[in-house]
């Protein structure tokens, strides 16, 4: 891989003159600073095998929670190792690291379609897609910003905002990255894309986990969809996360911004009338005429 010092740093400042780090890797993809040595070639070219199942989200969007769903949903249990949803991210792991990891594989991304692995298409790889109220998201996604040591950030969220809705955050804006995944499967109708509203899957886990375990080839019934949906509550996830953690990335209150309430709904706290009105305007003309996403206008 590139060394992180022919990386590109960036420094997006908000409204309010505080500065957020980034890092651009090339092609004018910005990544979190994590991300520094990415190769975005290396993820292109990574070799998938064929029962492997690639999760892909914007951040913010689910993406640990139904990684973890779907660990339980392809093994057939409920109790969880010390293994990550890191460890299997396309951008953070080296491809010798993704290789070592057992199948079946659970991948996960946040990239646009056009970086993630050609294997995708070539060997039909399911995909499991995962979309969320982009209120919730932006608030959440904040929080990271504001408290994830690697970012330096500590602005307010009037502030961070604007920056949000302009897609100057890491990985882009949302609205873009949903209207990607509109072209994509109509552009291939053949790739197998399972989409899950993450406010559905909160509101009737088991309907929607009966939906995925279909989709990954399975026939579960409704005691151990349950089971697995109460094995990943959030406060049990919370706790897993600050175990397996601590002293590494995350500081010692870490879990908390990684997995914060995990509800929906909550960004009525954090908008005010008029930053709500123009969100909903700046939301409503990036993805005007959208089909697959319109439960989100």
């Known amino acids: 891989m590139e060394q992180g010092s022919q990386r590109r740093r960036r420094q997006v400042h908000d409204a309010g003159g505080q500065s957020l780090s980034l890092v651009d890797v090339g092609e004018g993809v910005v ?8 190769d975005l070639g290396a993820v292109r070219s990574c ?27 392809v093994k057939d249990r409920t109790d969880s190792d010390a293994t990550e949803k890191e460890a299997a991210m396309l951008e953070w792991r080296w491809q010798g690291e993704l290789e070592s990891l057992p199948s079946p594989r659970i991948l996960n991304s946040h990239l646009l379609f056009a970086q993630l692995p050609a294997d995708v298409l070539a060997k039909g790889t399911k995909v499991v897609m995962v979309y969320r109220d982009p209120k919730d998201v932006a608030v959440s996604f904040y929080n990271l910003h504001r408290y994830g040591p690697w970012y330096g950030y500590e602005g307010r969220f009037e502030h961070w905002l604007p920056l949000f809705m302009e897609g100057k955050v890491d990985w882009g804006g949302y609205g873009e990255y949903l209207r990607d995944w509109e072209r994509v499967m109509e ?3 053949q790739l197998s894309v399972h989409l899950i509203a993450y406010e559905q899957l909160m509101e009737d886990p088991i309907a929607e986990l009966t939906r995925l375990s279909r989709f990954l080839g399975k026939a579960h019934d409704v005691s151990f969809l349950q089971a697995v949906s109460d094995a990943c509550a959030i406060d049990k996830m919370r706790e897993r996360k600050k175990e397996n953690y601590m002293g590494r990335h ?11 309430k995990g509800g929906s709904g909550g960004w009525k706290e954090w908008f005010t009338v008029d930053m709500s009105e123009q969100f909903d305007r700046h939301w409503a003309q990036v993805m005007s005429g959208t089909k697959v996403f319109a439960s989100l206008l």
């Open 187 to 189: 552009q291939h109708p």
């Open 47 to 73: 070799s998938l095998r064929p029962d492997d199942v690639l999760l892909c989200t914007y951040p913010r969007s689910g993406t640990h929670w139904t990684w973890e769903l779907m660990r339980m949903l």
């Open 31 to 38: 990544l979190c600073p994590l991300m520094e040595q990415l």
């Open 250 to 260: 995350l500081p010692d209150d870490g879990a908390y911004f990684m997995y914060r």
